[in-house]
């Protein structure tokens, strides 16, 4: 089985065409997706192969939605620690700009040390 199904395209409902079936379907996503699935009758019988249609990233390594395994924190620490050191230089610079009675050279206006 592929999933809980929740909805149905008008035209499986109606039989209009038999060729294409669209469902929207509640899989978990924990576990490994279906390819194909065995489908027939006594004298019909084939593999179906599933097209999944905009599925959410999902990072097997901390089992969260939204970013995949590449982009994941947790699993990559490295590969995100430029960003916060970038917000840092930043405050430093802006640190180094005041003087030590904490005056804003730019603004003229007393500042809290």
């Known amino acids: 089985m592929i ?3 929740l909805k149905m395209d008008a035209s499986v409902a109606s039989l209009c065409r038999p060729n294409v079936a669209r469902f929207c379907v509640k899989v978990d996503v924990t576990k490994t997706l279906l390819k194909r ?3 027939g009758n006594s004298s019909s019988r084939h593999w179906q192969y ?3 249609k905009d599925l959410p990233s999902f990072c097997s390594y901390c089992l969260m939605l939204g ?7 947790v699993l990559h620490p490295k590969l995100f620690k430029k ?20 005056v804003d ?7 809290e040390p």
Do not use: A
């Not at 960003?83 to 904490?102: A, F, L, P, Y």
């Open 83 to 102: 960003d916060t050191n970038v917000g840092k230089k930043q405050q430093t610079q802006s640190s180094k700009k005041k003087d030590r009675i904490g």
């Open 67 to 73: 970013h995949s395994l590449d982009e994941c924190r």
């Open 50 to 52: 599933i097209t999944y």
């Open 37 to 39: 699935f065995w489908i």
């Open 105 to 111: 050279k730019f603004k003229g206006k007393l500042s």
């Open 3 to 5: 999933g809980q199904p």
